[in-house]
Each structure stands twice: as C-alpha cells, then as structure tokens.
C-alpha cells in the first residue's frame, strides 16, 4: 500500500468510526458508502477501493469508534503530505451525506465530523507530493 492508499485506508477507518458512532452500523450507511464512494472513483482516486474494504473488514469485527477513529488520524498524519484539497473535501462531504442517511444525525456523528473538520484543516499537503501549487 502507497502513501496515497494510505489516506484511504485511513478514510474507510473514519467512515466506519462514523456509522457506528449511535451505536450500530445501519443497513442503509453501507450502501451510502458503497453509492458515494463509487461517484467519486468515476473521477478520480480508484484509491477509494481501500476505504470501502477496511470499512466491512471494521464493521465484521466490531471495532469500537474511539479504536477506529484513533487509528483513521493517525494514519491521515502518516500520508498527510499527499492530501490534496479535494482529497479533504470529498472525506468531509462523504462523511456528512453517511451521517445524514439514518435521521437524525446524532451528537455523537456531529461531534465525529466537526472533529475531523477540525483535524483535516491542520494537515497540509506537500505540493511536490500533491501536484498542487
């Protein structure tokens, strides 16, 4: 696995801290993941791949959120110089349409997502790495 699948590992390790957040991981939130995750790959990043494989491999052993969220930060820090500015838009927009598949969203999802928000915001990419300028 390259540093780039690395961020996606990481993602599917988040994803799944968020589903089961309230508790279980509901029916519908695997399917939004698989759905949201497929439109993204039509444009880029088959890389998405990992983050759906490392989600079920979670969700089968029943991983606690704390565990699963831990280990998503930490690995993002360990790739965080091949994130790109998409890259964090689409991990937060993924998160958000997960959370929001099973109404209400709960605190403790809110409080998943405002967190990363505030995570991803401090980790910067390395153009060189990136392609960005």
Known sequence: MDNVQGLYYAFGQLAYALAASDGAVQTEEKKALHVLLSRK????????????IIFHILDKDHINVRT????????????????????????????????????????????????????????????VFTGEK
């Open 68 to 127: 699963a969220y831990t280990w998503a930060i930490k690995e993002m820090k360990l790739n965080e110089y091949y994130l790109t500015e998409r890259r964090k838009k689409d991990f937060i927009d993924i998160l958000e349409k997960i959370a929001e598949v099973h109404q209400p969203v709960t605190l403790e999802e809110k409080n998943i997502i405002d967190k990363f928000k505030e995570e991803i915001s401090q980790l910067h990419a390395d153009p």
């Open 41 to 52: 790959t039509k444009g880029h990043d088959l890389d998405f791949d990992y983050a759906e």
